[in-house]
């Protein structure tokens, strides 16, 4: 079912050579530009109008009453309810307890000279949750909890208007922001939703100064577009796994992991590095077995089939860690002998699983990890979502005359070095006062 690429005889250039999928945000900005354009201008108008256009539904109320939100938590099943507070609280805890900045110390580079490290969270960030394939209530956890302990003190949420729910977005995401407390929640989706958030709509929504979440190529071409105007956090584009294993990995577990990212999205892309011939053939047989029957058969012998997913054939272990350093996969699993010292030698993924019972699954859900993640090789240069996200660095500089005076000839002698007396003079001034 994968194709099989060859690297066994390659050294270098990986990154050029691996399978991707295509996904041009350019061509997509010119498409939603216009949207983003008609919501500036037109606002709950355009935003309605685009609703029955994109989502095939006009939403009545286009932010969610407070009634719907507490119906939906009070209909929630008991048990999934359990298995949302589960992965609430294991989120909460990593970003408590590693991710949370707090104001860095103070350096003294001299007497009366201090330079401090403040970390102050965005106001107000608006969180994308995705409605199309796949209703991700989940990507509200990965969204809130991190901005809540950032201390975010205002957060919107906005997800596409769902025709079966009557308008509103799907009753397991309204459950979720009434466990969190979010109660501004909005029936809007696409890049309009992205265009509501960056301009805000008078009488509706209040502009935001970051959007975070993930989306189709619409939302990140939205989200490209506004850049500037508002912060991002990324452009992720369609999911992906790659599996580094050798022939100690268990082939159905294989299969299972590059099934479960491949029903995303028929553009999912699943990689599987390995130097074994007999664990790539058993993972075929494994896979031909599996995907039968699956719910989304369709969608994922699409993934599995196109240009992004392939076996990738290596030399051996130290090769698959350097071709998926060269891939940068946004999910990486590491299902290995001695899984632990191998994923400590990666350095480009967005997340990586160790071992057996790792899954990248369970980091979708319960791990207490984020799932929002860099793609397209991104994580190279990128982080996923974490409390950092949220938070913005300020120095404050406090430096007391003496220690101005100390250093003032050597700065104002820089400030003209560079054709700026201003600059200079406004260093001595303070000498002569």
């Not at 989502?55 to 009545?60: L, N, Q, R, T």
């Not at 100690?248 to 099934?259: K, R, S, T």
């Not at 319960?366 to 950092?388: D, M, Q």
Request: proline letters at 5%.
């Amino acid at each position: 079912m994968l194709r099989v690429v060859d690297f066994t005889s390659i050294s270098g250039r990986y990154r050029d050579l691996l399978p991707r999928a295509e996904f041009n945000v350019e061509r997509a900005v010119e498409v939603v530009t216009p949207i983003l354009h008609d919501v500036a201008e037109r606002g709950a108008e355009a935003l309605r109008e685009l609703s029955q256009r994109f989502d095939g539904v006009a939403p009545e109320h286009l932010r969610v009453p407070a009634e719907a939100i507490a119906r939906a938590e009070a209909e929630l099943d008991p048990d999934l309810r359990s298995a949302f507070e589960t992965s609430i609280a294991r989120r909460r805890a990593v970003a408590e307890q590693l991710e949370l900045e707090t104001d860095g110390p103070s350096a003294r580079l001299a007497e009366g000279a201090v330079v401090g490290l403040r970390n102050i969270p965005v106001s107000r960030v608006g969180l994308y949750v995705p409605g199309g394939l796949a209703p991700l209530a989940s990507s509200v956890i990965m969204n809130v909890v991190p901005a809540q302990v950032a201390g975010v003190a205002s957060i919107a949420v906005a997800s596409p208007p769902q025709k079966e729910f009557g308008g509103l977005p799907h009753p397991n995401i309204l459950a979720l922001c009434a466990i969190l407390g979010v109660d501004e929640v909005y029936a809007v989706g696409g890049a309009q939703a992205i265009g509501m958030f960056a301009h805000g709509v008078e009488g509706l929504c209040d502009p935001v100064n970051l959007i975070t979440g993930p989306g189709n190529i619409y939302v990140v071409a939205a989200k490209r577009a506004v850049r500037g105007l508002v912060g991002i956090d990324s452009e992720a584009g369609p999911t992906e796994i790659a599996i580094v294993a050798d022939d100690a990995a268990n082939p159905a577990f294989v299969a299972a992991d590059l099934i479960s990212q491949a029903e995303h999205d028929p553009m999912a892309a699943s990689l599987l590095i390995t130097d074994s011939e007999s664990l790539a053939h058993a993972v075929q047989a494994e896979l031909a077995r599996q995907v039968s029957g699956q719910a989304h058969e369709e969608r994922i012998r699409t993934s599995l089939t196109g240009e992004q997913s392939a076996i990738v054939m290596v030399r051996d272990v130290a090769q698959a860690v350097a071709v998926a350093d060269a891939y940068g996969a946004e999910h990486l699993e590491i299902q290995t002998r001695d899984a632990r010292a191998v994923a400590a030698r990666v350095r480009n993924a967005g997340a990586i699983f160790v071992g057996d019972y790792a899954p990248v699954s369970l980091g979708d859900y319960s791990a207490g990890s984020t799932h929002v993640l860099p793609t397209a090789g991104c994580a190279c240069h990128s982080s996923g979502l974490t409390v950092r996200s949220f938070m913005k660095t300020v120095h404050v500089i406090d430096y007391s005359a003496d220690a101005l005076a100390a250093i003032a000839d050597g700065v104002a002698r820089f400030a003209r070095a560079e054709n700026l007396p201003g600059h200079a003079r406004a260093i001595e001034i303070r000498g002569e006062a």
